[in-house]
């Protein structure tokens, strides 16, 4: 496992302070149970953490929050746990939260259950890449929001659901975290995973443009702004050939080249 360098020191601070600030926030039903990986799979997420570029960055791929399946199990984005042991070489211990639905219980390594989004994405990462220090030499992933949210029923309700008095706070919480990371890292590309992600990142952009310049200048962010075809399984489009159509989206963008897997 790669040891904590400037870098990584960065994005572990950085998380440290999202995952206190969001355990701050209140929520109310039909959110219940909340899920915060940052907190009960700490060494997890540190450890992923730790495997950040420490040179030039191409892209930082964004998804929205930790699936039930995925993150809140292995506190990885996109973490599907099979994936998250073989390719990413990660198997630390996960706690549980303080809360826990008993229709979502958190079993770690252990859990059973596959999620169909980290799978599709992580494994077309192992496709084209072949070793996972071959995709960390330019490239991320992370998530915008830390948090599962979840009604009594075990029901995941995603942050865009949630109300505007509640969605706001953590808005800013996740913004802040978001622009932290973008500024570490300074990739030459973000790459948003649906149009959530594509969202978020638009909104810190032009707040960046608003905060760091004067009115009559044009500001210009050092990363371009794409977008991909979400892998969840609640989209028809995505169960028809994902890999081969983020495949030529990104290729397309020039985010990859079409010749990652060759030596």
């Known amino acids: 496992m790669p040891r904590t360098n400037a870098r990584s020191r960065a994005l572990i601070d950085a998380a440290d302070r999202l995952r206190d600030a969001v355990d701050r926030l209140n929520f109310a039903p039909p959110v219940t149970h909340i899920y915060n990986p940052l907190r009960y799979a700490w060494k997890s997420h540190q450890a992923y953490l730790r495997m950040a570029p420490r040179g030039d960055v191409n892209a930082v791929f964004l998804g929205m929050n930790p699936g039930p399946w995925g993150m809140a199990q292995t506190g990885v984005p996109f973490g599907e746990i099979q994936l998250v042991k073989d390719f990413l070489k990660i198997n630390e211990p996960v706690d549980r939260p303080a809360l826990e639905n008993p229709k979502r219980p958190v079993e770690g390594f252990d859990c059973p259950r596959s999620e169909v989004s980290g799978r599709r994405l992580w494994g077309y990462f ?7 220090q071959r995709f960390f030499d330019e490239h991320f992933v992370t998530n915008y929001c830390p948090l599962v949210f979840m009604e009594s029923g075990g029901r995941n309700r995603t942050p865009d659901k949630l109300p505007v008095g509640e ?48 009115k009559s200048s044009d500001v210009t962010t050092p990363w371009s702004l794409v977008r991909i075809l979400h892998p969840s399984p609640a989209s028809p489009a995505a169960n028809r050939d994902w890999a081969g159509t983020v495949h030529r989206q990104l290729c397309e963008a020039a985010v990859l080249d079409g010749k990652e897997h060759t030596t």
Request: a positive charge; glycine letters at 4%.
């Open 126 to 132: 192992r496709d084209q890449f072949q070793t996972a």
């Open 167 to 214: 969605r706001l706070p953590l808005q800013q919480c996740c913004d802040q975290h978001l622009r932290e990371v973008l500024d570490i890292l300074r990739p030459r590309y973000v790459v948003a995973v649906g149009t959530f992600a594509e969202a978020c990142v638009k909104r810190c952009r032009d707040g960046l443009a608003k905060s760091d310049a004067p």
